[in-house]
């Protein structure tokens, strides 16, 4: 199994261009994440989908779009993007249930730098 | 104040030494609690689960106190390969899909 995995691993945008971060997962889970990482901030949470056919805002959505595709893929769309907006991303996925722990497993990352 | 608080560091401890890192989260309703490892440039993965009771594996020990809020993780005989920065990771409640991660300590083990 490759686990979570996401394209590209690196991307150089000018501000205003859009792009798509691309993420799957062959865990079979329910639910999955994507994150920014940024130097002294952690991770935090952009959006979610709990399960196929629902995403929710996280602590951080303004700026971005995601899609969930299937139960296998999860995109992030930035339409417009600014310098802000350069950080580490990073896609992770989770199962849900009675018992479950709930951890997740993390993808690669993209690192984007926007000029 | 910050839902899940560790100190950033960096520790520096020489090899074979014992390293305590501490954190502490402000939601009484957490249900879940974690300890997650990160590489430098890669991702973050799963070091342990803590349990109420407490929990071992192998040279790495995880308590957890939810009168305080406080959860901590010990590492005993520190190697080489221990080099990483070591995540706080807290499931806010029962309901809750998300995890809220800490900052982060740097641990470097110098030979």
């Known amino acids: 199994n490759a686990g979570v995995t996401q394209t590209p691993k690196f991307q150089v945008l000018k501000t205003g261009q859009s792009m798509t971060l691309q993420c799957a997962q062959d865990?079979?889970?329910?639910?999955m994440y994507w994150y920014r990482q940024d130097p002294g901030m952690g991770l935090r949470l952009i959006y979610y989908?709990?399960?196929?056919?629902t995403t929710d805002k996280g602590e951080v959505p303004n700026g971005y779009n995601v899609s969930r595709l299937n139960k296998r893929e999860f995109s992030l769309r930035l339409e417009s993007a600014a310098p802000s907006q350069t950080s580490v991303y990073f896609c992770a996925s989770s199962d849900w249930g009675q018992g479950s722990y709930n951890e997740q497993f993390f993808g690669p990352g993209t690192r984007l730098t926007v000029l | 104040r910050k839902e899940v608080e560790q100190d950033p560091g960096p520790f520096n401890v020489p090899e074979g030494a014992t390293v305590a890192f501490n954190c502490t989260y402000s939601?009484?309703?957490?249900?879940?609690f974690f300890w997650y490892r990160q590489d430098c440039r890669k991702e973050p993965k799963l070091l342990m689960s803590v349990y109420s009771s407490g929990n071992e594996d192998g040279r790495f020990t995880a308590q957890l106190n939810r009168a305080s809020q406080y959860i901590s993780l010990l590492i005993r005989d520190s190697k080489l390969s221990d080099s990483a920065t070591y995540l706080c990771?807290?499931?806010?409640?029962?309901?809750?899909?998300?995890?809220?991660f800490g900052k982060g300590t740097k641990l470097s083990v110098i030979p």
């Open positions: 989908s709990a399960s196929e056919g």
């Open positions: 990771v807290v499931r806010p409640g029962a309901g809750s899909y998300q995890l809220t």
């Open positions: 939601n009484s309703a957490s249900q879940s």
């Open positions: 865990m079979n889970h329910n639910s």
